[in-house]
Nanobody, 122 residues
């Protein structure tokens, strides 16, 4: 069982930056692949980024590539999402997720956090 708690969301102006954190409980964090997803009002949840358990592999949605960076610190049981050059369309609730495979589809992730709101103003 893995419990995930996101933090770091907030209100930021377009062009600004935020860093999201996702703290995980459990001694097996280092064996899970981690993903970030987001859901804007009235829209389906969408994939943002993923990182393998070893952090050797990362992947990004085209919409955030070059602006967002996913990383993890297995010693701290934490995964991060550094978001730069934020746009209004990045406004959403951001969720972290843990699963056994390095994949982009939400259905392959077993554990989810409660989400953190990111609002980008113009």
């Amino acid at each position: 069982q893995v419990k995930l708690i996101e933090s770091g969301g907030g209100l930021v102006q377009a062009g600004g930056s935020l860093r999201l954190s996702c703290a995980a409980s459990g001694r097996t964090f280092g064996t899970y692949c981690m993903g970030w997803f987001r859901q804007a009002p009235g829209k389906e949840r969408e994939y943002v980024a993923a990182i393998s358990w070893s952090a050797i592999s990362t992947d990004y949605a085209d919409s955030v590539k070059g602006r967002f960076t996913i990383s993890r610190d297995n010693a701290k049981n934490t995964v991060y999402l550094q978001m730069n050059a934020l746009k209004r369309e990045d406004t959403a609730v951001y969720y972290c997720a843990a699963g056994p495979q390095f994949v982009t589809r939400a259905r392959h992730y077993d554990y989810w956090g409660q989400g953190t709101q990111v609002t980008v103003s113009s």
